[in-house]
């Protein structure tokens, strides 16, 4: 059976990029970048805190990590609710430990059910951006861009009702996007979003309604990817972890300063058998002279500042 031709016309086609969010870049030709105290690695703990209805959606799709036994799936359900009840606090008292400060990615509905961890995460100095309204909350091509602006507004203002100011990072679930996601964060007054992953460094995005700066997290250096999918254990990802920051520190002395992301899981990292091997990750990056613990939205002011 042969393609309908319609399946190859796409209205942006040209030479080069097939777009207009931002333009080729490659590592060599850039202006090298400097962290603050002159340090190399700027490690960006990205911590996902989510919330999972029992009965999941599948409309645009089924978020990863979501129930999937025939209802009421209280296995999965429980599992990820220990994430909530037990893993994040186990993850802020590794942060307090190492003297660390992370972003965390907040479902508004964990604003509306668990209102006292958005005091705990504030008083302890770390970030809040928004995760979409609940793990059903998914965007794709298309969904109606009303709908999606309503889903981007009104996980905006529960976070913002909850936390006294509104959130200025923005991270889909699963990192999907539709063709609007840019424009509309753009115009509810985001001003970065965590979706994109191709570059170690922030990087400006050009949409109709302004600009918007994208803040790249590796997919691969993910608890979820590593652990969940990979079937790794916590010292395998711990290596790993260090292989990234050894091979950014040695690129920074040709590049300028790396970012180094680490997007974590409560109910994957925070159980009590990895949260050893955890603590002395973070005590080994917080101790080298070439890194700087720093949320997203600390790394895109830097960025911002030499770019500016």
Not at 199 to 215: F, R
Not at 222 to 231: G, K, N
Not at 298 to 307: F, K, L
Request: charged share 20%; hydrophobic share 40%.
């Amino acid at each position: 059976m042969s393609l309908d031709p319609s399946y190859l016309e796409y209205p942006k086609r040209r030479e080069g990029m097939d777009h207009g969010l931002y333009v080729p870049s490659p590592i060599p030709t850039r202006k090298p970048f400097a962290w603050p105290d002159r340090k190399t690695v700027a490690v960006t703990l990205l911590v996902n805190l989510e919330w999972f209805p029992i009965t999941p959606e599948d409309a645009p799709f089924r978020a990863p990590g979501h129930m999937v036994t025939p209802y009421p799936d209280y296995r999965h359900y429980t599992a990820r609710e220990y994430g909530t009840r037990v893993g994040f606090y186990r993850l802020l008292d590794a942060f307090a430990k190492a003297g660390v400060h992370a972003t965390i990615a907040v479902n508004a509905a964990i604003a509306e059910r668990y209102p006292s961890i958005i005091s705990d995460i504030l008083a302890e100095g770390h970030e809040i951006i928004a995760h979409s309204t609940d793990m059903n909350g998914t965007i794709a091509t298309g969904l109606p861009e009303a709908e999606e602006r309503a889903l981007i507004v009104q996980a905006r203002d529960t976070l913002a009702g909850a936390m006294g100011t509104m959130p200025r990072g923005w991270q889909s679930i699963a990192r999907s996007q539709s063709w609007n996601t840019p424009r509309l964060l753009v115009e509810e007054g985001f001003d970065y979003m965590c979706d994109w992953v191709n570059d170690d460094l922030p990087y400006l995005a050009t949409t109709e309604a302004g600009t918007i700066v994208s803040m790249p997290f590796n997919h691969e250096l993910s608890d979820r990817q590593m652990i969940a999918l990979q079937q790794h254990s916590m010292e395998d990802v711990t290596r790993q972890i260090e292989d990234a920051f050894d091979w950014l520190g040695i690129e920074a002395d040709r590049f300028g300063g790396r970012v180094l992301p680490f997007t974590i899981t409560p109910y994957i990292t925070g159980l009590p058998h990895r949260m050893d091997a955890f603590e002395q990750l973070l005590g080994k990056l917080a101790g080298s002279s070439k890194s700087w613990f720093a949320t997203a939205g600390e790394v895109v002011d830097s960025w911002q500042g030499q770019t500016g």
